[in-house]
């Protein structure tokens, strides 16, 4: 069963950057899609991105199109999210899951924006 465990949030001003990081573990990263996810306070869970298994294909939440790129190195088993022009309604957990949450949600990365 793979295992997640996410980190690099933090505490960033409007217009900054953050890059997160995903170490999975215990499984066949490589052969899945995996996505980015956040949760902002009294919301739901929403999906942010998502990349194949080979890194060649991306897709975006319209709320972040052009502001972050998610990527993968699947020798490293770690799945980054770069965040540029951070914006205060950024502010969330941030999770990454398979496509879909196939796999038990880990802890999450706390980010924060302040205006």
């Known amino acids: 069963q793979v295992q997640l465990v996410e980190s690099g949030g933090g505490l960033v001003q409007a217009g900054g950057s953050l890059r997160l990081s995903c170490a999975a573990s215990?499984?066949?990263?490589?052969?899945?899609?995996m996505g980015w996810f956040r949760r902002a306070p009294g919301k739901e869970r929403e999906f942010v991105a998502t990349?194949?298994?080979?890194?060649?294909?991306?897709y975006y939440a319209d709320s972040v199109k052009g502001r972050f790129t998610i990527s993968r190195d699947n020798a490293e088993n770690t799945v980054y999210l770069q965040m540029n022009s951070l914006k205060p309604e950024d502010t969330a957990v941030y999770y990454c899951?398979?496509?879909?949450?196939?796999?038990?949600w880990g802890q999450g990365t706390q980010v924060t924006v302040s205006s």
């Open positions: 899951n398979g496509a879909g949450g196939r796999f038990p």
């Open positions: 215990g499984g066949t990263f490589s052969s899945y899609a």
């Open positions: 990349i194949n298994w080979g890194g060649g294909s991306t």
